[in-house]
């Protein structure tokens, strides 16, 4: 199949580079053709985030939007951020918190839905959105440059034989390909490395964001509310913090970050997560509520210091692929839409000059003339910053970003930069601590099992496991030996677990069907031995309002 721009991702940066060249054509009086694919079931099955909505990016594209009954009608009404200890919790003054962390004029909402109304103002405008197709791999012309993409087969047995049913993967070209895979694509990987992207920038860090939608007794509910926390139950060397927002009908998302340069092997962000719930100051938010949704997604953290090279012969990276997150702030779907539209731009002014797959240079001169790259410059030296502790690291990055609010921010010009990728950063198991985790009480607390059914996570069990090793005697021989098995801990959903194997001895079992898709494998394994490929095309989790 031939179009002008085919995008990969039906996330907020997709859909909105997607609807922003076709209102280019219409204003042009051109045509323009636009597909987008989408490996989740739906658009928004794989979509997970807080959400507070900045809606700058969206009132650019829709400036009706709230005519036009976008799913955005909790707004913000009261802000807290709190410093947890383990038995009280400290409010830091709205007064002392820097203009850039107000969430005032701000939308608590699922970026699911948003997604879902995005998609169909897309379809709308002729956009050909196709969800349950994977983009499977990346094409080239023979000059090197990108000619599009191709999905995965259907059918195919784990023994790699077709089964009933088999269906061949289809080839998009296009003019100009888009990525828009969100955090860690697995294409965008192998884009970065085939093109030097990320030649003359930081690594990339990441975090692991674990989210729980709970719907709340109505006395216990305060539309509006949002509460910010750091510290307890992570130590002053382990970064991280949470959310609690109350929006919609009596609902409250729940959310848990950990930075995921943490050391200690034994730590599971998924049972903090657990632990953080029964604190005195969070618990009683949710106590008479039901657990309704769980999920979790890695988070890119290493801002404007990380960000690749944008462009390349044939396509561009946008949104999460790349990574826009303002991490002080734990927003980014406004910065992924916002670059979305600067890349559609490009593409748009290219085609209009009959080009094809050569360099869209001026959509990264673009971005570095946008508001998104101001907002990231305030906030370049927040999260590098926090490899001095939670208290100092924290101190420094608010007289950073105040510096910065000031209009003083030549007394700011400093840059700190992150060193070591997340992989790098475990230390052996012998010589760090234990952490002893309470086991779960099915009311407040869950153990991961029962919190992935509530993700609707469901992949055909009978197809090639999408979770590969490069060597599979590195976890037993390397994990194990000297970290205790991590992969047994970071994932938060109970993938990797090591059984006994025949003959004695230990072996690793990877349950790829409990994957919930959120790349922290690919991310934290010490060797980088693990490997995340796309599976079928509408696995996965089926997430209905994260």
Same mark, same amino acid.
């Given at each position: 199949?031939?179009?002008?721009?085919?995008?990969?991702?039906?996330? $907020?940066?997709?859909?909105?580079?997607?609807?922003?060249?076709?209102?280019?054509?219409?204003?042009?009086?051109?045509?323009?053709? *636009?597909?987008? &694919?989408?490996?989740?079931?739906?658009?928004?099955?794989?979509?997970?985030?807080?959400?507070?909505?900045?809606?700058?990016?969206?009132?650019?594209?829709?400036?009706?939007?709230?005519?036009?009954?976008?799913?955005?009608?909790?707004?913000?009404?009261?802000?807290?951020?709190?410093?947890?200890?383990?038995?009280?919790?400290?409010?830091?003054?709205?007064?002392?918190?820097?203009?850039?962390?107000?969430?005032?004029?701000?939308?608590?909402?699922?970026?699911?839905? *948003?997604?879902?109304?995005?998609?169909?103002?897309?379809?709308?405008?002729? *956009?050909?959105?196709?969800?349950?197709?994977?983009?499977?791999?990346?094409?080239?012309?023979?000059?090197?440059?990108?000619?599009?993409?191709?999905?995965?087969?259907?059918?195919?047995?784990?023994?790699?034989?077709?089964?009933?049913?088999?269906?061949?993967?289809?080839?998009?070209?296009?003019?100009?390909?888009?990525?828009?895979?969100?955090?860690?694509?697995?294409?965008?990987?192998?884009?970065?490395?085939?093109?030097?992207?990320?030649?003359?920038?930081?690594?990339?860090?990441?975090?692991?964001?674990?989210?729980?939608?709970?719907?709340?007794?109505?006395?216990?509910?305060?539309?509006? &509310?949002?509460?910010?926390?750091?510290?307890?139950?992570?130590?002053? %060397?382990?970064?991280?913090?949470?959310?609690?927002?109350?929006?919609?009908?009596?609902?409250?998302?729940?959310?848990?970050?950990?930075?995921?340069?943490?050391?200690?092997?034994?730590?599971?962000?998924?049972?903090?997560?657990?632990?953080?719930?029964?604190?005195?100051?969070?618990?009683?938010? &949710?106590?008479?509520?039901?657990?309704?949704?769980?999920?979790?997604?890695?988070?890119?953290?290493?801002?404007?210091?990380?960000?690749?090279?944008?462009?390349?012969?044939?396509?561009?990276?946008?949104?999460? %692929?790349?990574?826009?997150?303002?991490?002080?702030?734990?927003?980014?779907?406004?910065?992924?839409?916002?670059?979305?539209?600067?890349?559609?731009?490009?593409?748009?002014?290219?085609?209009?000059?009959?080009?094809?797959?050569?360099?869209?240079?001026?959509?990264?001169?673009?971005?570095?003339?946008?508001?998104?790259?101001?907002?990231?410059?305030?906030?370049?030296?927040?999260? $590098?910053?926090?490899?001095?502790?939670?208290?100092?690291?924290?101190?420094?990055?608010?007289?950073?970003?105040?510096?910065?609010?000031?209009?003083?921010?030549?007394?700011?010009?400093?840059?700190?930069?992150?060193?070591?990728?997340?992989?790098? %950063?475990?230390?052996?198991?012998?010589?760090?601590?234990?952490?002893?985790?309470?086991?779960?009480?099915?009311?407040?607390?869950?153990?991961?099992?029962?919190?992935?059914?509530?993700?609707?996570?469901?992949?055909?069990?009978?197809?090639?496991?999408?979770?590969?090793?490069?060597?599979?005697?590195?976890?037993?021989?390397?994990?194990?030996?000297?970290?205790?098995?991590?992969?047994?801990?970071?994932?938060?959903?109970?993938?990797?677990?090591?059984?006994?194997?025949?003959?004695?001895?230990?072996?690793?079992?990877?349950?790829?069907?409990?994957?919930?898709?959120?790349?922290?494998?690919?991310?934290?394994?010490?060797?980088?031995?693990?490997?995340?490929?796309?599976?079928?095309?509408?696995?996965?989790?089926?997430?209905?309002?994260?």
């Amino acid at each position: 199949m031939e179009f002008d721009v085919v995008i990969v991702g039906a996330g $907020p940066s997709g859909l909105a580079a997607a609807i922003r060249l076709k209102q280019l054509a219409a204003a042009a009086g051109s045509e323009v053709s *636009v597909c987008v &694919l989408e490996k989740g079931s739906e658009v928004g099955a794989h979509i997970l985030s807080g959400a507070v909505i900045d809606p700058i990016a969206l009132s650019e594209l829709f400036p009706d939007w709230r005519e036009r009954e976008a799913p955005l009608d909790t707004p913000v009404t009261e802000d807290r951020f709190l410093l947890l200890t383990g038995t009280a919790a400290h409010r830091i003054p709205n007064a002392l918190l820097p203009r850039l962390m107000d969430n005032h004029g701000m939308y608590i909402a699922s970026l699911g839905k *948003v997604c879902r109304w995005l998609a169909q103002r897309a379809e709308e405008l002729g *956009v050909d959105v196709f969800p349950g197709f994977a983009a499977a791999e990346v094409l080239y012309n023979e000059d090197g440059s990108v000619r599009g993409v191709a999905t995965g087969d259907m059918g195919i047995a784990r023994d790699g034989s077709r089964k009933d049913g088999y269906a061949p993967g289809m080839e998009l070209h296009a003019r100009y390909t888009l990525f828009a895979e969100g955090c860690r694509g697995s294409l965008s990987q192998e884009l970065m490395a085939r093109f030097n992207l990320r030649d003359g920038v930081d690594p990339q860090v990441y975090g692991i964001g674990i989210k729980e939608l709970w719907q709340v007794p109505r006395e216990r509910h305060q539309r509006g &509310l949002v509460i910010h926390s750091q510290g307890w139950p992570l130590d002053s %060397s382990t970064g991280g913090g949470s959310f609690l927002y109350h929006w919609g009908e009596d609902l409250v998302s729940v959310g848990f970050v950990v930075h995921l340069g943490y050391e200690n092997p034994h730590l599971s962000p998924f049972e903090e997560m657990q632990r953080f719930k029964t604190h005195p100051a969070i618990r009683g938010y &949710l106590e008479g509520g039901k657990r309704i949704s769980y999920g979790a997604r890695a988070i890119n953290e290493g801002g404007l210091q990380s960000i690749p090279k944008l462009a390349f012969p044939g396509g561009a990276l946008i949104g999460c %692929s790349a990574g826009f997150v303002n991490l002080p702030r734990i927003k980014g779907s406004h910065n992924a839409m916002k670059t979305g539209m600067l890349a559609a731009e490009a593409a748009f002014e290219a085609i209009a000059a009959d080009r094809r797959h050569d360099e869209l240079a001026s959509y990264p001169e673009a971005f570095r003339r946008s508001w998104v790259y101001k907002e990231l410059h305030k906030v370049r030296n927040v999260k $590098p910053g926090l490899k001095w502790g939670l208290w100092l690291g924290t101190l420094h990055g608010g007289l950073h970003m105040w510096l910065n609010e000031l209009g003083l921010g030549g007394l700011a010009g400093w840059t700190l930069r992150h060193r070591q990728a997340d992989h790098e %950063s475990l230390k052996p198991a012998a010589a760090m601590p234990r952490i002893e985790y309470p086991k779960p009480d099915g009311v407040l607390t869950f153990d991961r099992l029962s919190s992935v059914f509530l993700s609707g996570t469901n992949h055909e069990e009978d197809q090639p496991v999408h979770l590969t090793l490069k060597d599979a005697a590195v976890p037993v021989e390397h994990n194990l030996r000297l970290f205790e098995g991590p992969e047994s801990r970071y994932c938060p959903a109970g993938v990797y677990e090591f059984v006994e194997a025949e003959g004695g001895g230990r072996r690793l079992q990877i349950n790829a069907q409990n994957c919930v898709h959120c790349k922290t494998c690919d991310i934290k394994d010490p060797r980088q031995n693990i490997r995340w490929v796309t599976p079928e095309g509408g696995g996965g989790p089926n997430y209905t309002s994260m």
